[in-house]
């Protein structure tokens, strides 16, 4: 099983850009589709993307669709979530998870959770 952790966080200003990592260890990085939530304070958790195994399919919630893009570096057990156009709503923590099966959308269906990082836009 592998274990997540975010990386990238920050502080940046309305239209701003920010690139958040997720570095895997332990075992077959490259068998497990990755998700991108968020959770902002006193909201559910958040579908964001999901990138699968292979990184030839994502997918984006709609809130974030054609500012945010997620990729993946299977040598690296690494992915990038870039975050481009940064609005104040996008203010959360960020957290990355693996799914082996299951609906790519559904927080459920995510067996390993990284600990989050706090991305916050300054308006």
């Known amino acids: 099983q592998v274990q997540l952790a975010e990386s990238g966080g920050g502080l940046v200003q309305t239209g701003g850009s920010l690139r958040v990592s997720c570095i895997a260890s332990?075992?077959?990085?490259?068998?497990?589709?990755i998700g991108w939530f968020r959770q902002a304070p006193g909201k559910e958790r958040e579908f964001v993307s999901s990138?699968?195994?292979?990184?030839?399919?994502?997918f984006y919630s709609p809130s974030v669709k054609g500012r945010f893009t997620t990729s993946r570096d299977n040598t690296k057990r690494t992915v990038f979530l870039q975050m481009n156009n940064l609005k104040p709503e996008d203010t959360a923590v960020y957290y990355c998870?693996?799914?082996?099966?299951?609906?790519?959308?559904?927080?459920?269906?995510?067996?390993?959770w990284g600990q989050g990082t706090q991305v916050t836009v300054s308006s």
């Open positions: 998870a693996a799914r082996y099966n299951g609906i790519w959308y559904d927080p459920t269906a995510y067996s390993v």
């Open positions: 332990g075992r077959a990085f490259s068998s497990y589709n």
């Open positions: 990138i699968s195994r292979t990184g030839n399919s994502t």
